[in-house]
């Protein structure tokens, strides 16, 4: 239903900042929920920001708020993470999700994500 392409990951010092970028392939883009997930070794897969269709609500855990901002661009099939203030500790593989809009139950949980792209490394150093 839709193939989606990460970008934008890199080495960033701690307080620095990144955007993040996510291609989707579909003819139906505004029919999906987006989000962005991220893994670190032997850490559980973790919700960072989601985003409705439309781009009127998102939804962030408390670590992120303030910090992550998630946006979107229905015209170029295209979802984006700003990260600024960023920690060690947010250093993981970062995935961009989908999730079709009529069936999204619960934007917080990162497993409910049928749709995955491969990843962006984001290392953030001391």
Not at 92 to 106: P, R
């Amino acid at each position: 239903q839709v193939h989606l392409v990460e970008s934008g990951g890199g080495l960033v010092q701690a307080g620095g900042s990144l955007k993040l970028s996510c291609a989707a392939s579909t003819r139906n883009f505004s029919a999906y929920a987006m989000g962005w997930l991220r893994q670190a070794p032997g850490k559980e897969r973790e919700f960072v920001a989601a985003i409705n269709w439309s781009g009127e609500n998102t939804y962030y855990p408390d670590s992120m708020e303030g910090r992550f901002t998630i946006s979107r661009h229905n015209a170029k099939n295209t979802v984006y993470l700003q990260m600024n203030s960023l920690k060690p500790e947010d250093t993981a593989v970062y995935h961009c999700a989908a999730h079709l809009s009529s069936d999204w139950l619960n934007p917080y949980n990162p497993y409910e994500y049928p749709y995955w792209g491969q990843g962006t490394q984001v290392t953030v150093s001391s």
